[in-house]
């Protein structure tokens, strides 16, 4: 055998060199990916929220029922506000570390530094919106259903064909006018309203023959609201995914991991089920549209 160059030589030893002082160097800890990320900065009470040591939460104003109770969010009473304090609670903030923050449905997920948070308003996730804003993992899977008053040429529908030519009415930025306009495609122009309330006064005075909320809601405001009004049926979710309401964030925000994940363990541990019994037992079944 040929005796090795002696620059070869001197190149084998200093790779030897150098492995023996890596080696011997401290190592990084191992990273356990991004949960561990997340863990770091999800320190209980100590969030980089925007005022700090309080959780800002954000909603609309009126408050409807069945997701709070008597227009008052901060009251810890209705599906939304005990789903909100329990993520809260979850994140480290107590009742009294809660501040609450009026914020239009349509504006909460609108492009543009967030005021808040995150805000809870039935705000569903969809991948346009996600465009403009961060969403939690999914608090509740919902269906949008058809109110129309009863003895109505609306009410004796059966099938989304027969909804084609009724006035229907809905709340702007809505899945409920996604659904008009995509589902039913109606031969009148949709009537878009800027809050539920005036979406109900027009089906109450006539200016609509149906207008489309959200199953929950379509079940109080006939239970509670307008009793001579019924629920006429519920869409199938479309795609094959169930559509979900989301808590929204800012985009890109630092709190979006730590609330979902938040979300996640009142999902496992049964506290969304528990509140979801508690508040929205009534909405549960209604004919399906097809």
Known sequence: MHPAPRAL???AAAV???AAAVSCAPQPEASDGPSASAGSTCAKGKLATHTSGKLTIATDEPAYEPWFKDDDPAGGKGFESTVAYAVA???GYGKDKVAWQTVPFNKAFAPGEKTFDFDINQVSVSAERKRAVDFSSGYYDVRQAVVALKGSKAAKAKSI???KDVKLGAQVGTTSL???DDVVKPKQTAAVYAKNDQAKSALKNGQVGAIVVDLPTAFYITGAEITDATIVGQ???????PE??????DKGSA???CVSRAVDALREDGTLAKLEQQWLSDAVDAPVLK
Not at 235 to 241: H, L, P, R, V
């Open 9 to 11: 030589r001197r190149a």
């Open 16 to 18: 030897v060199l150098l």
């Open 89 to 91: 609670e979850r994140l």
């Open 161 to 163: 064909a027969d909804l």
């Open 178 to 180: 996604d659904y008009i």
């Open 235 to 241: 869409f199938e979710n479309q795609g094959g995914t």
């Open 244 to 249: 979900q309401f989301g808590l929204v964030l």
């Open 255 to 257: 709190l979006t991991p």
